[in-house]
Nanobody, 121 residues
Framework: VQLQASGGGLVQAGGSLRLSCVASGLTLNTYHMGWFRQIPGKEREFVAVINRSGGTFYADAVKGRFTVSRDNRKRTVYLQMNSLQVEDTAAYHC????????????????WGQGTQVTVSS
């Protein structure tokens, strides 16, 4: 299984980015696909998840600004990030799990490499 995340970059506060996570070796709708973010010295933080049924859940800090979606045919999960804030600066990671505690990074089976998002003021 491989998860390949991309789409990060440098953006001004208030701007938008769309992250992508391409999965190989697994079927997207058989896993809960989550996005987490991490800054150096801190634990990986839950951002959003799309579960096997297509339901979506968000951290309070991003609710109303971020949208998670997936395209099963393209084997890709997306994270649309709008109204970005300086506090959103982090490395963003996608992961896959079948555990119902999908807000907990420790329960994820597979991870992609991070893609860096930097928001400037």
């Amino acid at each position: 299984v491989q998860l390949q995340a991309s789409g990060g970059g440098l953006v001004q506060a208030g701007g938008s980015l769309r992250l992508s996570c391409v999965a190989s070796g697994l079927t997207l709708n058989t896993y809960h696909m989550g996005w987490f973010r991490q800054i150096p010295g801190k634990e990986r933080e839950f951002v959003a998840v799309i579960n096997r049924s297509g339901g979506t859940f968000y951290a309070d800090a991003v609710k109303g600004r971020f949208t998670v979606s997936r395209d099963n045919r393209k084997r890709t999960v997306y994270l649309q990030m709008n109204s970005l804030q300086v506090e959103d600066t982090a490395a963003y990671h996608c992961g896959a799990t079948v555990n119902v505690q999908f807000r907990n990074a420790a329960g994820y089976y597979y991870w992609g490499q991070g893609t860096q998002v930097t928001v400037s003021s």
